[in-house]
């Protein structure tokens, strides 16, 4: 079987909120493997290099002071296909409109601060997951 490995974030959202171990579950639950886990209070260097594709964007700013606001746990984690199931798990970008059932439409809401605090990152692609584990696990 064809394994793969990606990035996967659990916010400072979600780790303030208390809910690193339910979406934990989720993870483990769909059958996804751990293979690297930690808490990381990033710094301005980290994220300007995980967020590169959207330095300029009007939401940047704000993202990055979002994501330097407190620790978010980093995974590594690895499965057939992961980084299109996680994916699937997290729900789309937006956690007013994501589906129920996802982790962004079951745990998270606009609370006024735009889609920002959407409660996780998973990689978009196996070019990203590898650049990406390369940023956070280096
Ligand atoms: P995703 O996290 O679903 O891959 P993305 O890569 O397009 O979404 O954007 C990265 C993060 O930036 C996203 O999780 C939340 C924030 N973001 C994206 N679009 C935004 C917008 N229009 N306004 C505010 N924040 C936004
Ligand atoms: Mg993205």
Known sequence: MATEETLVLVKPDGVAR??????????ESKGYSLVDLK???PDR????????EHAGKPFYEPLLDFMMSGPSVAIRL?????IEGFRSLAGTTD???????????????DWGLAVQQNLVHGSDSTESAQRELGIWFA
């Open 78 to 82: 690895a499965g057939n296909r992961v």
């Open 39 to 41: 808490l990381v209070e």
């Open 95 to 109: 956690p007013t409109t994501a589906a129920p059932g996802t982790i962004r439409g079951d745990f998270g809401r």
């Open 45 to 52: 260097d980290l994220l300007e290099q995980h967020y590169a």
């Open 18 to 27: 208390g809910l690193t171990g339910a979406i934990l579950a989720r993870i």
